[in-house]
T-cell receptor
Framework: DTGVSQNPRHKITKRGQNVTFRCDPISEHNRLYWYRQTLGQGPEFLTY????????KSRLLSDRFSAERPKGSFSTLEIQRTEQGDSAMYLCASSLDPGLAGGPPGANVLTFGAGSRLTVL | AQKITQTQPGMFVQEKEAVTLDCTYD???????LFWYKQPSSGEMIFLIYQGSYDQQNATEGRYSLNFQKARKSANLVISASQLGDSAMYFCAMRGINTGGFKTIFGAGTRLFVKA
């Protein structure tokens, strides 16, 4: 497995346009996360999937943001009517349920992709 | 609410010396996991080390060790024998097992500079 893959790596768009990012997790991982990271800050949680079910969404995720994970495999994050404040690195991570991985319950180790950098002009 | 605090925006260390990166956390969850991740300039976050809240011993992974002081709610990362390739951003992170939901939260990070 080549790890977590994210596309596109860079996206420049004009304010008001829609953008979509794709994440392909490690194939055996059942958990998938989206984070947003702005310059000089740590990643901020956006949303989480267990298999195909979206189980948690941050209040950061306004109604312009939507994420899907059809069939529990790849995931997409769509931002509608982009704003300049949406400019950030969007990180995807996946993990295997610690119970399935044979580790302690808290050891939910995330494997991150390289991220998709969004610039909104 | 859960929170991670990293008070050192930047740290310098001489090559081959040890360095400690500070992390304090706040949670009401009695059961939680603590993590450190490294983010090089290439951008990809890399897992370094994990400590469970009920673990009796401090975690170690090669040159990395986690100085876990539960009563003080601190989880400092110690890097021994620093190498030039250790220059990167380092993030402390936490997941509350009972009340934290499914998310891992991160601190603001510390940028480490290793000098030759």
């Amino acid at each position: 497995d080549t790890g977590v893959s994210q596309n596109p790596r860079h996206k420049i768009t004009k304010r008001g346009q829609n953008v979509t990012f794709r994440c392909d997790p490690i194939s055996e991982h059942n958990r998938l996360y989206w984070y947003r990271q702005t310059l000089g800050q740590g990643p901020e949680f956006l949303t989480y999937f267990q298999n195909e079910a979206q189980l948690e969404k941050s209040r950061l995720l306004s109604d312009r943001f939507s994420a899907e994970r059809p069939k529990g495999s790849f995931s997409t994050l769509e931002i509608q009517r982009t704003e300049q404040g949406d400019s950030a690195m969007y990180l995807c991570a996946s993990s295997l349920d610690p119970g399935l991985a044979g580790g302690p319950p808290g050891a939910n180790v995330l494997t991150f992709g390289a991220g998709s950098r969004l610039t909104v002009l | 609410a859960q929170k991670i605090t990293q008070t050192q925006p930047g740290m310098f260390v001489q090559e081959k010396e040890a360095v400690t990166l500070d992390c304090t956390y706040d949670t009401s969850d009695p059961s939680y996991g603590l993590f450190w991740y490294k983010q090089p300039s290439s951008g990809e976050m890399i897992f370094l080390i994990y400590q469970g809240s009920y673990d009796q011993q401090n975690a170690t992974e090669g040159r990395y060790s986690l100085n876990f002081q539960k009563a003080r709610k601190s989880a400092n990362l110690v890097i021994s024998a620093s190498q030039l390739g250790d220059s990167a951003m380092y993030f402390c992170a936490m997941r509350g097992i009972n009340t934290g939901g499914f998310k891992t939260i991160f601190g603001a990070g510390t940028r480490l500079f290793v000098k030759a």
